[in-house]
């Protein structure tokens, strides 16, 4: 049966529903993901020996004629053992495989590879023992010689039979059309697509596995960078509301604050502001380290939106932060503009100082344009009532990595296509430059690169778990010293399986250890009403101890709590880690984090590194080495199908000169279409 690229594997015979099903676990469900499941390792196994070459090195690859075979159960153990005596025309050997009996049948006066180590054992006499077998067919081996392609597996699959089945695939399917332009390739001396694919799979030798790796980490980066290019282009082909400068208005307001804005809040809400005169749509994205003040920069761009009439939405991925810039806004931005500003989270409704009954009123004030500020949860895109505004100006979305990267799409009201609302994205996940303009490079980037003045990095201590009652102690001082303590639990239930503290147990435990103190629990399960209640006694101190789960992890800002306790740290991402420590430390007194955990898997080993890190680029960058993309940039919830295989992020220099070729690329043919498979190939990742 013919097949291409989209063929279901449901659909090529030969592949029957078990080993489909095995495969769809590894994310194999088209003949393109079968191809571009690509190895972790290769295992040099060397040219094709003499026996008598081979008895000398003791490993290595033969081929030869297996004269002789017959199985026994051997008498020590209960196992079955297959013995052969092969021949190369001029020497034999002995070669005995343990407990596979099927391999009689298969192999019994055949032409085979055998692929192994010799050993000699008192009982058996010198011999090759379990080795790679592999029948010799016209095609060259590909189990048994040379380099030989190891992939990542699980269970109910073999090496040998994935190796088969890519090879199979490769080699039947009829014609692979190579999108990327000729100029290109020969330019910067690229190999052909298919070529590619299968010398990554089946190189002959390193050379050729490095020409593969070059070609196919060029794509991976190139159509990111294509296709970023193309919808930047389209955004700025749009228009947007003239925001002008409201220079007293914003004088006033960061004269209201109760400090002097760094030189990165200042430089960066400038550059917003005189983008937002242009009319055309600001896409932009601020990046600053926990605690670096980006909402004040956000508030500013609002405030000058809201004082040129427009209306203006921020979202927060969780309740407590939406409520969080609710009550910011109205302490800061109510003091200079009587704008209304409204909060829609889920089950929440307020307009300005008042409770609202129903969603439903409030959703009406946003249309009719008498909510001004609308600050909210999901529950702003819900798909039931997709809001419709009088006139927005701008978006604005807090901790972008927690949403997808096209909320705004869900935002924007269809009508106006040619126009756009500006957008503004805040984050605090540390991206290293090059990397950001690669990955983001649809967005212009703000980086709030200080802390405010005075601020000193938080003391971090990593305990083992019987070194608990060291670390109360240390607690107990910061509470003497009314200073508020956070304790993270990565579960919210106990579970006796896993061994893990949980958030409930800890609250029983910590209430006991600390008696004389206010405790309090909180994770996402407790009511939103009692969370926003938890969070402001917290805040003010009525509170001193709160147990939770990473819940707190995003935006939270208590500038009192100076500590941290981290159950089964080992449990969290670096990043995540990071992100949580961020809590603490925002305000001029010296913060404390403390670092439970049990040294499974490589917990000693990213403990360490968390410690030793100064910035958040580098947590970022250790983050990248020991998770992957996918965790630090949030792009698996986003939607956005990049499939990063091979690309090691360390490799700056790569990508910084692919965003550069594709830039080159665009410049010289405005219109792409004149490549019609590269722009199918856009589209469908555009998709
Ligand atoms: P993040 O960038 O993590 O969102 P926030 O905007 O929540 O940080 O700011 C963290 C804390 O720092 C807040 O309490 C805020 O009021 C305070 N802050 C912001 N800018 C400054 C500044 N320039 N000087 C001192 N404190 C600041
Ligand atoms: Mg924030």
Same mark, same amino acid.
């Given at each position: 049966?013919?097949?291409?690229?989209?063929?279901?594997?449901?659909?090529?015979?030969?592949?029957?529903?078990? /080993?489909? @099903?095995?495969?769809?676990?590894?994310?194999?469900?088209?003949?393109?993901?079968?191809?571009?499941?690509?190895?972790?390792?290769?295992?040099?196994?060397?040219?094709?020996?003499?026996?008598?070459?081979?008895?000398?090195?003791?490993?290595?690859?033969?081929?030869?004629?297996?004269?002789?075979?017959?199985?026994?159960?051997?008498? &020590?153990? !209960?196992?079955?053992?297959?013995?052969?005596?092969?021949?190369?025309?001029?020497?034999?050997? /002995?070669?005995?495989?343990?407990?596979?009996?099927?391999?009689?049948?298969?192999?019994?006066?055949?032409?085979?590879?055998?692929?192994?180590?010799?050993?000699?054992?008192?009982?058996?006499?010198?011999?090759?023992?379990?080795?790679?077998?592999?029948?010799?067919?016209?095609?060259?081996?590909?189990?048994? #010689? +040379?380099?030989?392609?190891?992939?990542?597996?699980?269970?109910?699959?073999?090496?040998?039979?994935?190796?088969?089945?890519?090879?199979?695939?490769?080699?039947?399917?009829?014609?692979?059309?190579?999108?990327?332009?000729?100029?290109?390739?020969?330019?910067?001396?690229?190999?052909?697509?298919?070529?590619?694919?299968?010398?990554?799979?089946?190189?002959?030798? $390193?050379?050729?596995?490095?020409?593969?790796?070059?070609?196919?980490?060029?794509?991976?980066?190139?159509?990111?960078?294509?296709?970023?290019?193309?919808?930047?282009?389209?955004?700025?082909?749009?228009?947007?509301?003239?925001?002008?400068?409201?220079?007293?208005?914003?004088?006033?307001?960061?004269?209201?604050?109760?400090?002097?804005?760094?030189?990165?809040? &200042?430089?960066?809400?400038?550059?917003?502001?005189?983008?937002?005169?242009?009319?055309?749509?600001?896409?932009?994205?601020?990046?600053?380290?926990?605690?670096?003040?980006?909402? $004040?920069?956000?508030?500013?761009?609002?405030?000058?939106?809201?004082?040129?009439?427009?209306?203006?939405?921020?979202?927060?991925?969780?309740?407590?932060?939406?409520?969080?810039?609710?009550?910011?806004?109205? #302490?800061?931005?109510?003091? $200079?503009?009587?704008?209304?500003?409204?909060?829609?989270?889920?089950?929440?409704?307020?307009?300005?100082?008042?409770?609202?009954?129903?969603?439903?009123?409030?959703?009406?004030?946003?249309?009719?344009?008498?909510?001004?500020?609308?600050?909210?949860?999901?529950?702003?895109?819900?798909?039931?009532?997709?809001?419709?505004?009088?006139?927005?100006?701008?978006?604005?979305?807090?901790?972008?990595? !927690?949403? +997808?990267?096209?909320? !705004?799409?869900?935002?924007?009201?269809?009508?106006?296509?040619?126009?756009?609302?500006?957008?503004?994205?805040?984050?605090?996940?540390?991206?290293?430059?090059?990397?950001?303009?690669?990955?983001?490079?649809?967005?212009?980037?703000? =980086?709030?690169?200080?802390?405010?003045?005075?601020? @000193?990095?938080?003391?971090?201590?990593?305990?083992?778990?019987?070194?608990?009652?060291?670390?109360?102690?240390?607690?107990?001082?910061?509470?003497?010293?009314?200073?508020?303590?956070?304790?993270?639990?990565?579960?919210?239930?106990?579970?006796?399986?896993?061994?893990? !503290?949980?958030?409930?147990?800890? =609250?029983?435990?910590?209430? &006991?250890?600390?008696?004389?103190?206010?405790?309090?629990?909180?994770?996402?399960?407790?009511?939103?009403?009692?969370?926003?209640?938890?969070?402001?006694?917290? /805040?003010? +101190?009525?509170?001193?101890?709160?147990?939770?789960?990473?819940?707190?992890?995003?935006?939270?800002?208590?500038?009192?709590?100076?500590?941290?306790?981290?159950?089964?740290?080992?449990?969290?991402?670096?990043?995540?880690?990071?992100?949580?420590?961020?809590?603490?430390?925002?305000?001029?007194?010296?913060?404390?984090?403390?670092?439970?955990?049990?040294?499974?898997?490589?917990?000693?080993?990213?403990?360490?590194?968390?410690?030793?890190?100064?910035?958040?680029?580098?947590?970022?960058?250790?983050?990248?080495?020991?998770? +992957?993309?996918?965790?630090?940039?949030?792009?698996? #919830?986003?939607?956005?199908?990049?499939?990063?295989?091979?690309?090691?992020?360390?490799?700056?220099?790569?990508?910084?000169?692919?965003?550069?070729?594709?830039?080159?690329?665009?410049?010289?043919?405005?219109?792409? /279409?004149?490549?019609?498979?590269?722009?199918?190939?856009?589209?469908?990742?555009?998709?």
């Amino acid at each position: 049966m013919p097949f291409n690229l989209k063929t279901k594997l449901s659909e090529v015979k030969g592949i029957g529903a078990a /080993k489909q @099903k095995i495969l769809k676990k590894l994310g194999i469900q088209t003949i393109e993901d079968l191809i571009y499941y690509f190895p972790r390792a290769f295992e040099n196994r060397g040219n094709i020996l003499s026996i008598s070459q081979l008895k000398k090195i003791g490993k290595g690859c033969i081929k030869s004629h297996v004269k002789l075979i017959h199985q026994r159960r051997s008498y &020590k153990k !209960r196992i079955f053992l297959t013995e052969a005596i092969v021949s190369d025309g001029k020497d034999s050997l /002995k070669v005995i495989w343990f407990n596979q009996p099927f391999l009689k049948r298969a192999l019994e006066n055949k032409q085979v590879y055998l692929s192994g180590q010799i050993n000699s054992d008192p009982s058996y006499g010198i011999a090759l023992i379990n080795p790679v077998w592999e029948i010799v067919k016209k095609t060259p081996p590909i189990h048994t #010689q +040379g380099l030989v392609p190891i992939y990542p597996l699980t269970e109910g699959i073999s090496q040998k039979q994935i190796r088969s089945l890519i090879w199979l695939t490769l080699s039947k399917i009829p014609s692979l059309k190579d999108w990327l332009p000729e100029e290109i390739k020969k330019q910067y001396g690229l190999i052909d697509l298919k070529k590619a694919l299968s010398q990554i799979h089946f190189p002959k030798n $390193v050379k050729e596995l490095e020409q593969a790796k070059q070609r196919l980490k060029f794509d991976e980066l190139f159509l990111l960078a294509l296709s970023n290019k193309i919808i930047k282009k389209k955004i700025k082909e749009k228009s947007a509301p003239i925001i002008k400068f409201q220079e007293q208005i914003t004088k006033n307001f960061v004269q209201s604050l109760k400090f002097n804005l760094t030189s990165s809040q &200042k430089r960066e809400s400038w550059k917003i502001l005189k983008e937002m005169e242009k009319g055309k749509p600001m896409n932009r994205l601020i990046i600053g380290d926990v605690g670096s003040g980006k909402t $004040v920069v956000a508030l500013i761009a609002a405030l000058n939106c809201l004082a040129n009439g427009y209306q203006v939405v921020y979202m927060a991925p969780t309740e407590i932060l939406a409520q969080q810039f609710f009550d910011r806004a109205k #302490q800061y931005l109510k003091k $200079v503009t009587k704008k209304n500003i409204c909060l829609l989270s889920k089950n929440n409704y307020l307009f300005n100082n008042k409770k609202i009954k129903t969603k439903r009123t409030l959703v009406n004030y946003i249309k009719q344009g008498k909510a001004d500020l609308i600050v909210g949860t999901h529950s702003l895109i819900s798909q039931k009532n997709p809001l419709t505004f009088k006139n927005l100006g701008l978006i604005i979305i807090d901790e972008q990595h !927690r949403f +997808g990267v096209e909320q !705004r799409a869900k935002l924007v009201t269809k009508e106006k296509k040619d126009f756009l609302p500006h957008f503004l994205s805040l984050s605090a996940t540390p991206i290293p430059r090059t990397l950001a303009l690669t990955l983001y490079g649809d967005i212009d980037i703000s =980086y709030i690169s200080e802390l405010p003045a005075g601020r @000193k990095a938080v003391i971090t201590k990593a305990f083992k778990e019987d070194e608990k009652e060291k670390a109360f102690e240390l607690i107990a001082q910061r509470l003497k010293n009314k200073e508020l303590v956070f304790i993270v639990c990565p579960l919210i239930n106990p579970s006796s399986k896993l061994e893990i !503290r949980s958030v409930k147990e800890e =609250y029983e435990n910590i209430k &006991k250890r600390f008696s004389e103190y206010k405790v309090a629990i909180l994770h996402g399960k407790v009511k939103s009403e009692e969370k926003i209640k938890t969070i402001k006694d917290f /805040k003010r +101190g009525k509170i001193n101890i709160l147990v939770t789960s990473s819940l707190i992890e995003v935006g939270i800002d208590i500038p009192k709590a100076t500590t941290m306790l981290v159950e089964n740290a080992e449990r969290f991402g670096l990043a995540q880690l990071y992100q949580l420590r961020g809590r603490i430390g925002r305000n001029k007194k010296q913060a404390y984090c403390f670092l439970f955990y049990k040294n499974v898997g490589n917990a000693e080993q990213r403990i360490q590194a968390f410690l030793k890190a100064k910035t958040g680029i580098e947590i970022a960058e250790k983050d990248l080495l020991l998770r +992957g993309p996918g965790e630090l940039f949030g792009y698996a #919830q986003s939607g956005k199908s990049v499939k990063f295989k091979l690309i090691d992020f360390k490799e700056t220099e790569l990508i910084e000169q692919t965003r550069k070729i594709a830039n080159l690329f665009l410049k010289k043919h405005q219109d792409i /279409k004149k490549f019609p498979l590269l722009w199918n190939k856009i589209k469908e990742y555009l998709k």
